[in-house]
T-cell receptor
């Protein structure tokens, strides 16, 4: 079936550290890939996206590259800030109807 | 430009009762999807509405039903509430066929507590 596997959290980093959150997926067809972020007590915000192989999505210093051969979409940021503390969700969107498949999310905590 | 609006923000119900949650999509969007997010988990797809019809459904019992109105707003109804229905219910809107390209806009959710 369709599924997403993210690295388990919580991930705790110091400010200005390098961030990687791994994401691999299993999906039929050729999905679009998204990263969403959820701040405490809020809904989900779209962080970045990629719609085809080798596309790189980027936003607010975050980047992720669509790797079709490894079915991965790892999230990276060169220098995290305290304000990046949140839960991050990787989610493929299937072409058939477009529903999002979410994993369990990865909680990031950035300390000053 | 208003994003996705959900109401109410919080709700407490008793087991066995029925509840209705509401969602107004982002301006220009015509498709509404509902997700259930249990505490500490990722959102799970409930169903999607387009042109006032349910187009796709996730693995949820018939106690969960919905409706979409001509102005694209939507309701989620849950009957015979169980304690396990306690969760954050998220509404997401998109343009039909473009959600996979441009992404989905989520509301802040309705926190439902069943006691």
């Amino acid at each position: 079936g369709n599924s997403v596997t993210q690295m388990e959290g919580p991930v705790t980093l110091s400010e200005e550290a390098f961030l990687t959150i791994n994401c691999t997926y299993t999906a039929t067809g050729y999905p679009s890939l998204f990263w969403y972020v959820q701040y405490p007590g809020e809904g989900l915000q779209l962080l970045l996206k990629a719609t085809k192989a080798d596309d790189k999505g980027s936003n607010k210093g975050f980047e992720a590259t669509y790797r079709k051969e490894t079915t991965s979409f790892h999230l990276e940021k060169g220098s995290v800030q305290v304000s990046d503390s949140a839960v991050y969700f990787c989610a493929p969107s299937l072409n058939q109807g477009g529903k999002l498949i979410f994993g369990q999310g990865t909680e990031l905590s950035v300390k000053p | 430009d208003a994003g996705v609006t959900q109401s109410p923000t919080h709700l407490i119900k008793t087991r066995g009762q029925q509840v209705t949650l509401r969602c107004s999509p982002k301006s220009g969007h015509d498709t509404v999807s509902w997700y259930q997010q249990a505490l500490g988990q990722g959102p799970q797809f409930i169903f999607q509405y387009y042109e006032e019809e349910e187009r796709q459904r996730g693995n949820f019992p018939d106690r969960f039903s919905g409706h979409q109105f001509p102005n694209y707003s939507s309701e989620l109804n849950v009957n015979a509430l169980l304690l396990g229905d306690s969760a954050l219910y998220l509404c997401a809107s998109s343009n039909r066929g473009r959600g996979t390209i441009y992404g989905y806009t989520f509301g802040s959710g309705t926190r439902l507590t069943v006691v």
